[in-house]
């Protein structure tokens, strides 16, 4: 249900709708409109502003999610507005049902499996909330986060509605701030969805889904084996954000636990006068050769006399902050409110749907011309924190920003809409931050003098500087910044001094620090991983996993775990490390090309899944890197398992769609048996739905081909198939063929039902190329019973295969599309005697006579005859002509004057075989063309059925001129039920009901006009 499969989504349906849904004027009359924002506090904020405080609540199919009516003016004129929400994304993707199985198939398929773009379970009464309000509205207008996902997210929502109404007129209203200007300005301001913004996500979406399953089944499965003791409970998940997140911390750690400290000397000299202490440093800085600094320092004490070489003085600045973005943010609250990044951004959501403050995901930091920045600050000046300050600036001529160079063209930098008095704990600490971070960058830089003094001792310079502060200014609201003033005695060029103290000092170098959350996230944000949204989920995801912990609740110390992965995909030799933010990196740059339109989803999509399956093979190829590395940092010895092989599950041309189920019209793709027991071609919504072909092991390999077949259309694939033993004599192996109906040879050839290949609706069997053919059912026949199709896929091919024999099937297929290939358990027959009469040889797939064997075991069939290969080569199986059955002489002399009678339309004698598979069809004969496929015609015809040169057949429903013909042969009669074909060219539009046991003869055929027998409707006297 609310399926959406991602090319159906991409290339169908955003194409019709940005033609013909996104209008820019509406026509005249009262217009009603669906308004969706992305929560419900947006929905209901943005309604209050809006109605002017007169909105009705009613309530939606979803408990969290109400609706909101009230009047308002769209393009000037009066329109009724429904306003509600979604809770984030509505869709989201995953695999086919038959792939969500850990076990389903192997982890390198996940690269080309199918994905959906689905509704989840509990999303779905928010989905039928909105198709139950659309269907009286005539537009709809997205109201969620002007952001990437916001985008996606709105196009989701308009997918869901126009699939309900297709001709609505649709507009995006663009906002930053959940204030009375603000949306007004956006409602006033309609405009077009970004789909390139949209389609950034989609890739992404998927890619992630992919490179994350592929990894983390991979990771797991194998791990939990290799490490029973230690890891046979654990989820080890992969991102291609999260592995180059712990990637930096592993990395500080190692450089950390590598680090080899190295001792230093120096020379301190400092200067006292007047209880005022004046610290000289040493120009060289630092010496790693003791001798050589202890020399120096002698030299200097033989002349210790200082002299001041020169004083300048000059003005000194502190610059006052850039406005606020959202790693700037994240990271300065993480350092001095010890806040986490996660929780800030929870908090900073909520301010924002409270509308404390504008949108909080932002890459920008300059203030755009057109906001009112002077409103802004009068709010503030109630305050008794920082009201003060805020009258100082309007009194000091308003608001001058120091602005950045960073704008995402989307959203202004964050900032406080109006003031809160009513806040508590971190919410009011952050908002408190953001005021004030505000506040300080509308103000003036502070202001000071330094003073610097050079002095030299023997040839040997050293320097002090000095610090007064003149203007605290943006310091005095902004608490979190500090500027210490430092203090030097007054000197004068030309001056000289002796030391206080002159000295050799020694110390050693010091490991760099571990990472805090601020350096973390300044890391991402250098080398391009995440987002400034998605930086605190990756953070919080590897913390989750273990694969990191805190220490002091400050530090970021890789866990065992971690190190073992990290140190396990470097020791790969890999290219570009897994570990390492250089993939990462690259597709975040793709995703901003699609974002300005430079670059298509599908290329991006190719290219970055070409890149990640190529890096997961050489992993699975020297997977026990991993092992080892593992076993090293958790100190268990790893178990032997065996490596996996990178083409397990098939390669890529295996998970095209080979053609559209029949059965739920999904995808059908090539898949492996479990424990390599052959191949089968199953439906994407197993198990939802559980059609399947399925091919004995005589079938070696199948490649899924470019081309479509011309008959079937361009939804279904050939295949080229390659066999153990060829079943088309003369044919080349392996051979390309279409399986999907419109060769009934090849399904007889091959065994496949064709109730699996084509649909089945209201009597009719439907081909892939929409062909239909009519079905005449045997009215004496007892239908199968419905539960025949409950197949119990994927564990029980064989049933699967002998049910659908009996449900209805029949075997009509148009004439003109019948090929000459012989049938996999089409029997030559060495006598040109009828069948039954137990004087022919029967010859075996391997074109050898069969051996006639007696069932002994008790059951049904005991004592009951059967063909099968006298070698045990092949599969060949065929009962025995029942010795106790009869035919009559005029149908045996007639059937064997056909045979040698029978040309086909090459003007050859025809080729008699025998159907051999189970089914309706059994041991029934058929002639065909004798050449080898390609260069043969099409002919096709029943042996049984009767031809206008040598008589009806026995029992025949009418004589030679009829219809379609096709029969079928009863287990214990050789009576032949069916209607005589005048050509294998026509088409054979009545074929019999499939073999029952328990059928009855079937009774005399009666004109469908005046009920009369021995004639049918076409030539009833009556018919007009």
Not at 486 to 497: H, L, M
Not at 905 to 923: F, H, I, M, W, Y
């Amino acid at each position: 249900m609310g399926c959406l499969k991602l090319r159906q989504f991409s290339a169908t349906i955003i194409p019709c709708i940005s033609r013909r849904y996104f209008c820019k004027n509406v026509t005249n009359g009262t217009m009603k409109y669906l308004n969706v924002a992305e929560k419900n506090d947006a929905a209901k904020n943005i309604a209050q502003i809006l109605s002017r405080g007169n909105s009705t609540r009613r309530e939606g199919l979803s408990q969290y999610n109400k609706i909101y009516e009230f009047n308002t003016q769209v393009f000037g004129e009066n329109a009724v507005m429904m306003m509600t929400s979604v809770s984030g994304h509505l869709l989201n993707y995953q695999f086919a049902p038959s792939f969500k199985n850990w076990h389903s198939c192997s982890p390198v398929a996940l690269f080309d499996a199918p994905v959906l773009k689905t509704c989840q379970p509990d999303y779905e009464n928010i989905k039928k909330t909105l198709e139950r309000e659309i269907r009286t509205c005539q537009g709809l207008i997205i109201w969620t986060d002007c952001d990437r996902e916001g985008e996606n997210i709105g196009f989701e929502i308009i997918k869901v509605c126009t699939d309900v109404k297709p001709n609505l007129r649709i507009y995006r209203a663009k906002f930053s701030e959940i204030t009375g200007a603000s949306i007004f300005r956006a409602l006033n301001t309609l405009g077009q969805p970004n789909k390139n913004v949209s389609d950034a996500v989609d890739v992404r979406m998927e890619l992630d889904l992919r490179t994350g399953a592929a990894f983390t089944r991979l990771q797991t499965l194998r791990l939990q084996k290799v490490f029973p003791q230690k890891l046979a409970d654990k989820l080890i998940s992969y991102g291609s954000c999260q592995f180059p997140t712990l990637g930096f911390v592993v990395e500080r750690y190692k450089a950390i636990e590598e680090f080899i400290p190295e001792d230093f000397w120096k020379i301190k000299m400092n200067h006292t006068v007047k209880e005022v202490t004046t610290d000289f440093n040493w120009k060289r800085e630092r010496l790693f050769d003791k001798n050589t600094c202890q020399a120096i320092l002698d030299i200097c004490k033989e002349n210790p006399q200082a002299t001041v070489e020169n004083v300048e003085s000059r003005e000194k600045s502190k610059w006052r902050p850039t406005p606020l973005d959202t790693v700037e943010m994240e990271k300065i609250v993480s350092r001095k409110l010890k806040i986490n990044a996660k929780e800030t951004m929870k908090i900073a959501e909520k301010l924002y749907m409270q509308g404390y403050i504008s949108y909080p995901r932002t890459e920008t930091n300059i203030f755009p011309k057109e906001l009112n920045l002077v409103n802004l600050v009068e709010q503030q000046r109630q305050d008794h924190r920082w009201g003060s300050f805020a009258s100082r600036i309007m009194e000091e001529g308003g608001p001058t920003p120091r602005q950045g160079r960073k704008s995402d063209q989307a959203h202004p930098p964050i900032h406080p809409t109006k003031y809160a008095n009513n806040l508590a704990g971190n919410d009011q600490r952050l908002y408190e931050y953001i005021v004030r971070h505000f506040l300080a960058c509308l103000h003036k830089d502070a202001k000071g003098f330094e003073t610097t003094v050079n002095v030299d001792i023997a040839g040997e310079k050293f320097q002090a500087k000095g610090l007064v502060i003149l203007e605290k200014n943006y310091l005095d609201v902004y608490v979190y910044d500090k500027w210490n003033a430092k203090e030097i005695w007054s000197y004068r060029t030309g001056d000289t001094f002796m030391p206080t103290v002159l000295e050799m000092v020694g110390g050693s170098t010091s490991p760099p620090k571990l990472l805090t959350e601020a350096d973390l996230i300044a890391l991402m944000e250098k080398h391009g991983i995440g987002t400034d949204a998605t930086h605190a989920e990756h953070i919080d995801k590897i913390k989750s996993r273990e694969y990191v912990g805190l220490h002091e609740n400050i530090y970021f110390v890789p866990g065992n775990l971690g190190m073992g992965l990290v140190e396990g995909y470097n020791n790969i030799g890999l290219e570009v490390s897994l570990a390492k933010p250089v993939l990462r990196a690259e597709f975040e740059n793709d995703l901003k090309l699609i974002c300005d339109g430079l670059k298509s989803p599908e290329t991006v999509r190719t290219e970055q899944i070409a890149k990640y399956r190529a890096v997961f093979e050489t992993v699975m190829e020297k997977i026990r890197c991993l092992d080892e590395s593992l076993g090293h940092r958790l100190d268990d010895r790893p178990q032997d398992v065996p490596q996996d092989r990178p083409t397990s599950g098939g390669g890529a041309n295996n998970f095209r769609s080979v053609l559209k189920c029949p059965k739920c019209g999904s995808d059908m793709f090539v898949r492996e048996r479990q424990n390599g027991g052959g191949k089968y071609i199953g439906c994407a919504n197993f198990p939802n739905c559980k059609n399947a072909i399925w091919f004995t092991s005589n079938v070696e390999s199948i490649e899924v081909m470019d081309g479509h077949c011309p008959d079937c259309g361009p939804n279904t694939k050939k295949l080229k198939m390659k066999f153990r033993q060829n079943p088309f004599p003369g044919e080349p192996n392996p051979n390309v063929l279409c399986i999907a109906g419109c060769e009934e040879n090849v399904l007889e050839a091959l065994d496949i039902s064709r109730n699996s290949v084509t649909s089945r609706q209201n009597g009719t069997v439907a081909s892939n190329n929409a062909t239909t053919h009519n079905a005449t059912t045997n009215d004496s026949v007892n239908p199968s019973s419905p539960s025949a199709n409950n197949w119990n896929f994927p564990s029980n091919p064989h049933s699967t295969t002998t049910s659908s024999r009996n449900t209805g099937q029949t075997n009509d297929w148009s004439g003109g599309s019948t090929t000459n290939r012989p049938s996999l358990g089409s029997v030559p027959m060495n006598s040109n005697t009828a069948v039954g009469t137990g004087n022919e040889d029967i010859v075996c797939s391997c074109n050898k006579t069969a051996i006639l064997l007696t069932v002994r075991k008790d059951g049904p069939n005991k004592g009951r005859q059967f063909y099968k290969c006298g070698d045990g080569a092949c599969n060949f199986f065929l009962w025995a002509p029942d010795p106790d059955a009869s035919t009559s002489e005029s149908a045996r002399t007639s059937f064997g004057n056909a045979q040698q009678n029978v040309r086909c339309t090459c003007g050859q004698p025809a080729c008699l075989r025998t159907v051999n598979k189970e089914g309706p069809n059994k041991g029934r004969q058929f002639y065909c063309c004798p050449k080898p496929m390609g260069e043969g015609c099409k002919f096709f015809k029943w042996a049984d059925e009767d031809d206008p040169g040598f008589g009806g057949g026995n029992d025949g429903d009418g004589g030679g001129g009829g219809g379609g013909g096709g029969g079928f042969r009863t287990a214990n009669t050789s009576n032949w039920h069916g209607k005589a074909a005048t050509s294998s060219k026509k088409k054979n539009d009545n074929r019999s009901a499939p073999y029952n046991a328990s059928a009855k003869p079937r009774a005399k055929r009666k004109c469908g006009i005046c009920g009369e027998e021995g004639h049918i409707r076409t030539k009833c006297p009556n018919n007009n």
